[in-house]
């Protein structure tokens, strides 16, 4: 399977709505994306052949239409897509990214409830400082 850093912005759109789903035909997905954007059919369809190519969708060609399924779970390409973001910061910067990422979300007051937890947790046994690691190789 290709990285997930390889899907556009565009792709993850029509996989959130996959996942959404479940499993969907390129009906059902056009329907969804000509709601949300300015996007033709034909661009939507190629998206959809993109994604098969690139393993992350497989279809279901026993079928008329064909039914699309994901190859790789939601959770594993968050948890992929955003490891390969912060695994390129500055270890001294991923606070800040975090915080950004808190204050600029729409979460629920479960989801922040959970965060209050795992940071108490993380507090026990973290360091008092983070060394850059951006000039040396950390051991």
């Known amino acids: 399977m290709e990285e997930i850093e390889n899907m556009s912005k565009a792709e993850w759109q029509v996989m959130r709505i996959i996942w959404t789903l479940g499993e969907a035909t390129s009906k059902q997905v056009i329907e969804v994306l000509e709601r949300k954007t300015e996007w033709k059919q034909a ?14 969708l497989k ?20 948890h992929q897509s ?5 695994n390129s910061l500055c270890c001294m910067k991923k606070g800040e990214a975090i915080e950004d990422v808190v204050q600029n979300s729409d979460i629920s007051k479960d989801d ?15 360091p008092e400082n983070i060394k850059c690691d951006c000039l040396e190789a950390t051991a």
Do not use: C, M, W
């Open 43 to 56: 661009t939507i369809k190629t998206l959809i052949v993109r994604l098969q190519k690139k393993n992350f």
């Open 59 to 78: 279809a279901d060609e026993s079928k008329r239409p064909y039914v699309y399924h994901p190859r790789v779970t939601e959770s594993d390409a968050i």
């Open 82 to 86: 955003v490891n390969n973001i912060f």
């Open 112 to 126: 922040i409830q959970g965060l209050i937890v795992l940071l108490q947790k993380k507090e026990k046994t973290a």
